[in-house]
């Protein structure tokens, strides 16, 4: 099964951009690339997805490398409500999104 | 719509007990998934339902623990007996068909066992 590989933690400063990056060399042709977060105290929840193309959406922006072995997802103006575990996970395809976690990215927001 | 609905938010039993989770999926998506988290193991997919039936259930964890969809609108997750090492968070999430789809997350059930 194709993994991802993401630092522990990252901070940024609030009204700044962030990259948070994610490895997944393993990757296969049909695998989808999401990204959820999780809040303090909350579920999961969805920020972005993407296949082979860069994705745009009101949350964030889902940069994906050429080969897709990596991509970043992108914070454009983080606040301190962005401070979250990020999740970047591959979807293992067929009719389900089978989503498996990993231990993400903790990203702290400094005012 | 209210989001997938979880019942109850926090549970505290004896160990030995039964305990049963509740989920509500959002109306219309034909996936159900339940997660445990805890911190030592992160978050854990246990097992999930397409169209009401089980597909994957090789994340359960032991025989103690038993899951239901009895129809499209309600999921349980059961353990029978319980023990202090099932406390945990427990999430249920929804989505619709296929790997191109967004899932959505339960507030989750606090499970506490003494």
């Known amino acids: 099964d194709a993994k991802t590989t993401q630092p522990n933690s990252m901070e940024s400063n609030e009204e700044e951009p962030v990259h948070l990056p994610c490895n997944h060399s393993t990757i296969s042709g049909t695998d989808y690339i999401h990204w959820y977060r999780q809040l303090p105290s909350q579920g999961p929840e969805y920020v972005i997805h993407?296949?082979?193309s860069n994705v745009n959406n009101r949350m964030a922006s889902l940069a994906i490398a050429e080969d897709r072995k990596s991509s970043t997802l992108i914070l454009h103006r983080a606040t301190l409500r962005d401070a979250a575990v990020y999740y970047c996970?591959?979807?293992?395809?067929?009719?389900?999104?089978?989503?498996?976690f990993g231990t993400g990215t903790l990203l702290a927001v400094q005012p | 719509d209210a989001g997938v609905i979880q019942s109850p938010r926090h549970e505290v039993t004896e160990m030995g007990q039964e305990v049963t989770l509740r989920c509500k999926p959002i109306?219309?998506?034909?996936?159900l998934f339940w997660y445990r988290q805890t911190m030592m193991r992160g978050l854990e997919l246990l097992i999930y339902?397409?169209?009401?039936?089980?597909?994957?259930d090789s994340g359960m964890p032991e025989d103690r623990f038993s899951a239901k969809m009895p129809n499209a609108s309600f999921s349980t997750l059961k353990i029978q007996p319980s023990e202090p090492r099932d406390s945990a968070v427990y999430f249920c999430a929804s989505s619709p068909d296929g790997s191109n789809t967004e899932a959505f997350f339960g507030q989750g059930t606090r499970l506490t066992v003494v």
């Open positions: 993407g296949l082979t």
């Open positions: 996970i591959l979807d293992y395809g067929g009719a389900t999104n089978k989503l498996i």
């Open positions: 339902f397409n169209n009401n039936v089980p597909i994957d």
């Open positions: 109306s219309g998506h034909n996936s």
